[in-house]
């Protein structure tokens, strides 16, 4: 007959003692570890709907949907699909946008219940219609980059708008397509592609 061995026997005594290692989730809730990767959720003040979370999911489970027409982009995280792997709150544009919390029991009966939906107001070109970015994004740009903003027309129109600082451009800043470009199209809202067209343009006249 072998006998137990002393640190098998040990650990025996001290669970009868303290009871069993494991919790007794779900009769009794768990408290996670203070790093504990849970559901994702975004903050509405500092998340500006740059995408980049939606670029670096692994399991592509934050959609991005954008309607020129409307001017709105949705951005919808499935939390039925994420893994948990932080990659959203690493590397956020704004750093705190997207915040790990300890929410893990997301059981359901429908996946609708598992999305979380947000919208932002989209900033578009005033020429083609080309999406240039949400408005929430280039107001936060604005905002970092602080004075050196100037050296960028999307950046500075885009706030002094906001602000209610200066008055619209010619057509109330609506998209108007033409194609031959214009100097005065230098001071519009432009996607990359018409703003280098205007460039040539002004700088060779052709």
């Not at 703003?195 to 060779?204: A, C, G, S, T």
Request: proline share 7%; net charge neutral.
């Amino acid at each position: 007959m072998k006998y137990p061995k002393l640190r098998e026997l040990g650990e025996a005594i001290r669970a009868l003692v303290k009871g069993p290692y494991t919790t007794k989730f779900p009769s009794e809730p768990c408290i996670p570890p203070e790093k504990f990767r849970g559901k994702p959720i975004p903050d509405e003040e500092t998340c500006v709907g740059c995408m980049a979370c939606s670029e670096v999911c692994p399991p592509h489970a934050i959609q991005v949907t954008d309607d020129a027409e409307k001017g709105i982009r949705k951005i919808i995280r499935c939390h039925d699909r994420c893994i948990y792997c932080g990659q959203c709150a690493a590397l956020c544009t704004t750093e705190t946008g997207v915040r790990m919390s300890h929410e893990f029991d997301l059981a359901a009966f429908d996946r609708e219940d598992l999305k979380l939906e947000q919208e932002f107001e989209l900033v578009l070109c005033e020429k083609c219609g080309a999406i240039v970015g949400s408005k929430k994004h280039i107001l936060w740009l604005a905002r970092k980059l602080g004075p050196l903003a100037y050296g960028n027309f999307n950046l500075i129109l885009t706030t002094q708008k906001e602000l209610k600082i200066a008055g619209e451009t010619e057509g109330g800043g609506d998209i108007v397509p033409s194609e031959t470009p214009q100097r005065s199209d230098l001071y519009r809202i432009l996607c990359p592609k018409c703003r280098h067209q205007v460039l040539v343009y002004d700088r060779y006249g052709k």
